[in-house]
């Protein structure tokens, strides 16, 4: 099968894809869910007319006719009836000439309209406030729906639910929301050589890494994922194993199934046998990308797969450029691939091979606060350290030429993944 491009691959792999059902849940369980219906105010917010500092209330139209104005104090005078507070709203009626005591968030009683600032009045022992200048009409009062209205749209559907989203939902007056589901992912790691962390090694053994990088990346998409373990190098293992993702708990199964290594066609590479064995239809494998080339998709019933390289690094920059698109998809997400940005580059690279190359690289500041990327010099797509050590990826299209120092390259910036 001839390597296909890394856009073509990834169009392959998106195609159809269906957006998952959704449910309702309680808001204190929405952190970082994808609402699939807009969320409609059920309150106007602030209920009713509030004040926006300590004082008095007063009617800016007892300033404009003169009457309350007092010659002997050379200010207006108010008669002091009563007091507002925060969830304890003042009963009584104000009449020309009448003021009340309130309060920061208090309700503002009818018909006054505006407040004078507790520092601008002086009280005398007589419950009277003297005031020297009036205020207009509004002044410190939140009118009712200040901030949003009953009825109104505040987060439309497809919104990735922050704390800033969750705060504003509560103070909506809604308890519950509906979300997509999160996709259920299952990874499956391979090959006789792996141990899980923690165990002693054997001779020729090594530990099993890329299941916890790539599901901490599949939670952070918004998936769901499970490690199913480690299959041995043998059809039963792996014919075992698939079942299980076929068929884990309650009958569901997985959305997605994320094998990890042999997916080639070496003696030893089993997985696309065993996954045939079970059913899977080939889309493809082996695409034309660095690290990454012996990736493969395929569909099993109505679960997707996605075979990733054994190489960790060459696995980890699959699943960001493959696996969480796919995730995205599902969710109904609007912008599903990473976003690529342009940066000067530090330091001179060579010119690419056939194969679209994703480059380690970290991102820093020159001495004059410029931007600027380098790549990492060793990009060995075993190299766990220093893939830890970037913070971005410079992505150079098949067959580029040399790019030199200064020189502007397209990146991608691991953590906006």
């Known amino acids: 099968m001839q ?34 219906k807009d969320i409609v105010a059920k309150m106007s917010q602030p209920p009713f007319p509030a004040s926006a500092m300590d ?55 009818e018909p006054c309209d505006s407040i004078i600032l507790q520092e601008d009045c002086t009280r005398t022992h007589d419950d009277t406030i003297v005031v020297k200048e009036g205020v207009a009409s509004g002044t410190f009062v939140r009118p009712l729906g200040y901030d949003f209205s009953h009825g109104e749209v505040l987060a439309a559907r497809g919104t990735k639910l922050t704390y800033r989203h969750l705060a504003l939902i509560a103070s909506m007056n809604v308890p519950e929301v509906r979300v997509r589901r ?24 090594i530990v099993s890494s890329v299941p916890f990088g790539l599901s901490a990346l599949i939670e952070a998409a918004g998936g769901q994922a499970h490690m199913l373990g480690i299959a041995q190098d043998n ?14 708990e309650d009958g569901a ?96 690279i060579g010119a690419n091979g056939p194969r679209q190359h994703y480059m380690r690289a970290i991102i820093y500041m020159d001495d004059i606060s410029n931007t600027q990327i380098m790549a990492i010099e060793d990009q ?6 220093h893939f830890s050590r970037s913070n971005a990826l410079i992505v150079r299209p098949p067959h580029a030429s040399p790019a030199q120092a200064g020189d502007e390259v397209d990146v991608i910036i691991l953590d906006d993944i």
Not at 14 to 33: F, K, S, Y
Not at 80 to 87: N, T
Not at 235 to 245: F, Q
């Open 235 to 248: 059809l039963g293992s792996l014919a075992c194993m698939i079942e299980k993702a076929r068929n884990f």
């Open 253 to 348: 199964g997985f959305d997605v199934l994320v094998t990890i290594g042999g997916a080639s066609v070496g003696d030893h590479d089993l997985v696309q046998q065993a996954l045939g064995e079970a059913g899977m239809t080939l889309d493809f494998w082996k695409i034309a990308m660095r690290p990454g080339k012996p990736l493969m998709v395929g569909s099993l019933d109505k679960q997707r797969v996605v075979g990733l390289p054994g190489n960790p690094v060459s696995a980890l920059i699959c699943g960001c450029i493959f696996v969480v698109p796919l995730i995205k998809t599902m969710l109904g997400l609007p912008k599903v691939h990473p976003p690529l940005l342009k940066m000067s580059l530090q330091k001179a």
């Open 380 to 385: 060995d797509s075993s190299l766990q350290a």
């Open 55 to 109: 004082g008095y209330c007063v009617r800016a139209d007892d300033f404009s006719n003169g009457i309350f104005f007092d010659a002997a104090h050379g200010a207006y005078c108010f008669k002091v009836v009563g007091a507002s507070r925060a969830g304890h709203p003042f009963e009584g009626g104000v009449q020309p000439g009448e003021t009340v005591r309130i309060f920061t968030g208090a309700e503002v009683p």
């Open 182 to 205: 999160r996709p259920r992912v299952a990874i499956l790691a391979t090959g006789d050589e792996l141990v899980v962390p923690g165990q002693t090694l054997g001779r020729g053994q």
């Open 3 to 36: 390597a296909l491009s890394v856009e073509e691959a990834a169009q392959r792999l998106l195609h159809n894809v269906e957006h998952l059902d959704d449910e309702l849940i309680p808001l204190d369980q929405a952190h970082n869910r994808i609402i699939s």
